[in-house]
């Protein structure tokens, strides 16, 4: 069973920056991890993710504002979010893919963007 634990969302203004963490235990098999999010009345929607090879893969919505890294040892995976806007609003879920094809999402950490 693998724990998924994620820091650093909070309140910031447009334009801004926020970091993201997420920690994950109880595995030692993780191959891929990633962000997805969920604002308000809408799906959650894929963000970015990374492979163990550090292979970064993002949406469209957040390309070039967005990186996403990995600390493959520490089983950690970081979002480095800029130039936020108020539609990037939403929880931010972590989520990780063992290489038994299992998948794990964390509690998620509520990001707002506004004056």
């Known amino acids: 069973q693998v724990q998924l634990v994620e820091s650093g969302g909070g309140l910031v203004q447009p334009g801004g920056a926020l970091d993201l963490s997420c920690g994950a235990s109880?595995?030692?098999?993780?191959?891929?991890m990633g962000w997805d999010r969920q604002s308000a009345g809408n799906e959650r929607e894929y963000v970015a993710v990374?492979?163990?090879?550090?292979?970064?893969v993002y949406a469209d919505s957040v390309k070039g504002r967005f990186t996403i890294s990995r600390d493959v040892a520490e089983n950690t995976v970081f979002l480095r979010m800029n130039d936020l806007q108020p539609e990037d609003t939403a929880v931010y879920y972590c989520?990780?893919?063992?290489?038994?094809?299992?998948?794990?999402w964390g509690k998620g950490t509520l990001v707002t963007v506004s004056a």
């Open positions: 989520n990780a893919i063992t290489s038994w094809g299992t998948e794990y």
């Open positions: 109880g595995s030692n098999t993780i191959n891929v």
């Open positions: 990374i492979t163990r090879l550090s292979s970064p």
